[in-house]
């Protein structure tokens, strides 16, 4: 299993080279003439490097092992769960919480997790019963 800094460099690399190139180039020029970003792909991509570069190393590590550990135990599962570990075994929640997703992101680009097609209301009170996704191990 790759390590801390090599998760965060994978998420990077991969969303530098990967996602962001298969985009049209639909940019715009600031009025100093630089590009700036303006599609929503490229946003979340940002946003996620952003997250996992600015994550705690600590609390990404934990996030990282209680997702495998989760994926290794359980048919599916979704952020919820991991919110639920997390909590279960005492871990600060991060100071931007979107960072479970780059955490997530990072476990599915190594291979030892996939998307469904299936959501859930998410049961934490701060998400609104809004839908999340659901996980599973590949």
């Known amino acids: 299993m790759p390590n801390l800094q090599q998760h965060r460099h994978h998420l990077h690399k991969t969303i530098r080279t990967t996602d962001m190139r298969k985009q049209p180039p639909n940019t ?6 630089q590009t700036k970003m303006n599609t ?4 979340r991509d940002q946003a996620l490097v952003d997250v ?6 600590d609390w990404w590590q934990h996030a990282v092992n209680i997702v495998r550990d989760i994926a290794a135990t359980s048919f ?14 005492n871990i600060a929640t991060p100071h931007e919480p979107r960072a479970i997703g780059a955490v997530v992101v990072a476990v599915k680009r190594l291979g030892l997790i996939a998307p469904t097609n299936r959501y859930r209301p998410s049961s934490r009170p ?3 019963a809004r839908p999340i996704r659901v996980w599973q191990a590949v």
Do not use: M, S, Y
């Open 28 to 33: 715009n020029h600031d009025h100093k003439g």
């Open 40 to 43: 929503g792909i490229q946003l």
């Open 52 to 57: 996992a570069v600015n994550a705690d190393p």
């Open 76 to 89: 599916d599962f979704t952020t919820d769960d991991i919110w639920c570990e997390l909590e279960r075994r």
């Open 126 to 128: 701060e998400c609104h």
